[in-house]
């Protein structure tokens, strides 16, 4: 073969192959959402060689149209070109012209919709007005929200009865009609219950529905919510039958419950720098009884720390919401300087308010058995008492906002049999905020204060200490506390502190995080605050976030350095 047929060949070739590269598209003379709906509507066309262009030309100069007229612009010029050196390079230069904006707007609403509330509302907040472009996406949107607002109150038999847009491209005009027939609101009719277990005392207390009142499908998924959230059922469903209502227009409500078993066991394991490893099991007893009692015991073993805790429930009215429950716990603890053996009993009343704070009264009883340093003593303490506490949370087991607030005031006095009088105050703020896409800050401050003669008359678990996992990282578990003239850890009567974290959303389940933490554990404050900071890696789990953290004791001369391991909620 000589050498002009292998020149011949060698540019047929290379001719072949520019003729089979796919089309790409370079989008000339749009900006913001008109560039970015004119891509997603090119992006859709079929994979396409630069030899085929031709035959695809009007798919292509129909897809820009399609997709300006969706934003209002019925008329653009639109120019398609090549490049003679890269046919494949195909540019669309696109001029939208003037936008097609609302002449007119008429929407009537026909049937019992008319004296609803709630659809003047809505009618007041779409977003269709008159002078503004007409966009379809907009105008479907409003559709929507008119029937979907529709079933949320019970207009089954809604439906529009004119919904006409008449587009003049010549006077760049739209004139949008809808008329809305809502028709009769259906009402709530019987329940009719299925369960396996007698649960009308407790049904009783959670049912907001009344026979004969307006249809809202808020209340059946919050019936439904509030009878998982028991903790009773395995099993809920509520279900509304729209096609066995009456004439007048009464649904029933059919509502199926089925019990957990009798007995439930869990066991699991878990790791913290601060104890090491854990393991913990529970043993419930969800339904003692037709009144909605129940028995938990759990159980919490770590090599430091071994205790066991029983709660016995009983409700009063809502079981959500009202109830009482009787403990009993023993804990065994030796760690570092402490060594306990306590005994714990109490009675709690709580009672939650529809804002989501809970209050707890409690009186407590604990006789405990100790060795703090060189202290050894024992103590019995009568404590009354109350806390209030909320948590928000917005996103779930990755949460984007929520806070987290606790307090606790308890007391005691010689007077009803204690050994010891004291005012005790703690209370904790956590705040979680987004505050860019990815990005969270999470500030933490708690503050502890025990007014009593001398710290020593105090058994250790009332003292207060820091350090570890969960208050001041780059310092060890509970190490942060005044200590005696041979170094041993004694406790405080008062603590702050404070944390301030900052995360970095790399992955789905994956995040970086850098924080510094402050705070002292003291009994008159002249000591110096300690100051831990750092780096740390959050990766998110089904039970969620494990948190892995390199911590410096930046306050001491000889820095310490810790790595914290955690996994549980942010909040």
Known sequence: MNNSVCGLLAILLVSLSASAEEVSFRLQGLKGELRDNTRIYLDQLPPMDAEQLPRFRKDIQQAVITSLQALGYYEPDIEITTSEKRPSRVTVTVKPGEPVRIRTLNIVLQGAATTDPQFALLLSQLALHENEVFKHDVYERAKASLLSLGLARGYF???????????????????????????????FGELVLDSDRPVHRILDSLIEIEPGEPYLASKVSSLSRSLSATGYFRRVDVQPNVSEADEAHLIPLYVTLRAKSDNEVEVGVGFSTDEGPRFSSSWDKPWINSLG??????????????????????????????????????????????????????????????????????????????TQGKQEGESFLLIPGFS?????????????????????????????????????????????????????????????????????????????????????????????????????????KYATALSLEYDYKVAEKWRLATFVDTGTATNDYSEDWKVGTGVGVRWQTPVGPVRLDLAFGVSEDEVPMRIHFTLGPDL
Request: glycine letters at 8%; hydrophobic letters at 35%; aromatic letters at 12%.
């Open 388 to 492: 209030y506490s909320r948590t928000r949370v917005r996103g779930g087991l990755d949460p984007e906002w929520g806070d987290a607030q606790t307090a606790t005031l308890e007391f005691s006095e010689p007077w009803w049999s204690s050994d010891t009088r004291f005012v005790r105050l703690f209370a904790r703020t956590k705040w979680l905020r987004t505050v860019m896409e990815g990005q969270r800050l999470i500030a933490r401050a708690e503050q502890g204060a025990v007014w009593v003669d001398e710290v020593y008359d105090l058994p250790p678990s009332l003292r207060f200490f820091l350090g570890g996992d969960m208050t001041v990282r780059g310092f060890s578990y509970q190490s942060i506390t005044p200590v005696d003239e041979n170094g041993d850890r004694l406790g405080a």
């Open 157 to 187: 038999d809604a439906e529009f009865k004119l919904h006409q847009v008449l587009v003049y491209p010549e006077d760049k005009a739209a004139d949008v009609n809808l008329l809305f027939d809502s028709g009769p609101r259906y009402r």
């Open 293 to 370: 009692h129940s028995l938990q015991t759990n159980i919490k073993l770590s090599e430091p720390k071994q205790d066991i805790t029983v709660i016995y429930k009983i409700p009063r009215g809502n079981p959500l919401n009202h109830y009482y429950t009787v403990q009993g716990g023993y804990q065994l603890l030796n760690q570092d300087d402490t060594e306990s053996e306590r005994t714990v009993a109490s009675v709690h009343r709580f009672d939650k308010d529809p804002d989501g704070w809970t209050r707890d009264v409690f009186l407590r009883s604990e006789y405990e058995i100790f």
